[in-house]
């Protein structure tokens, strides 16, 4: 018997059926017998019979294929979100192709329009931290490609998004410091044009005004999330003419590259207390770490997203009748255990 597929056709030849009968019969239609459906899908499965999933895709009009664009597939937070994805996609029988905008606005531009080409049934997006502009995820539209956006969500009306709760969040990591005895805080936030950059510092002044507190915006500083950017904003927290006892930082990472700067200029490690978010497994393995940091639920988060989407895909609402998902996660204040 030879190991290449058979073909409906072939089937039908053989059983000396229409190609019709053959289709219906291995689909269990109620309009053909038993026997003709056993007799069927017997030969098929001794003809190695597999159905063309690209002719199957053609009549339903779906790829079943969702893409993901992201900033780093290397950053373990988003690593978590993908995998919230993938369990849902294999639950729903879906492939899922993965992209990287390298947090670079004009890579993502190419990457929506390449995934669009591709017939993707649905997008899942993080923004890029330079991304100013939110044009080319309009272009879906046109395509009938929904689209849901989350953690780095856009600041434009009338999307879906899942994002977790960094007003609230922040608002707990400052209270917490406030309540420690701190009362100058530093914040190292995120470049102006992300919407996280302005929920963290909503809450950061909520949290100093509700305890009494003058909310200084100097001792707010915002950096583009690198080393060299974290290194520029440290230095001038630690030259403030208010020397900040502590600081909250935008994400781990930044959260690192601050207490190393810190170090570095013979800070001791426990004269400013850092409060850091994303709360990453690496952070509970090192020597000098936050005191705490704001789980988002990064799983959490990318199966969410991949649930509302597959709801868009399979039950698609006319533009006019459309409701938006707006889903916060709410977020939680982890201490670390080796302080």
Known sequence: MSDKPATIKEIAKRLGVSVSTVSRALNDHSTIGLTTKMRVKKLAEE???EPNQRAIQFLQGKSHTIGVILP???????????SGIEDIADKRNYTVIFAQSHDDAEREKKLVEKMRTQRVDGLLVSVAKTTSTF???EVLKKSNIPVVFFDRIPPVKNIHFVASNLETGTFKAV??????GHRTIGMINGPATMLATLERKNGYIKAMTSHRLKFDPTLVITCDLTESGTTVAMDKLLNHKRKPTAIVTFNDYVALFAMRYARSKEQPGTAIDFVSYANLPIINYLDHT???SVEQFPYKQ???AAEILMDLIHQPHQESEQAYFNVLIESELVFNSSK
């Open 175 to 180: 209270s917490f410091l406030l309540k420690k």
């Open 302 to 304: 990318g199966e969410k």
């Open 135 to 137: 044009d080319h995820f």
């Open 290 to 292: 936050p005191i705490a």
């Open 47 to 49: 003809l190695n019979y």
């Open 72 to 82: 780093e597939l290397s950053e373990s937070f988003f690593s978590a979100a993908i």
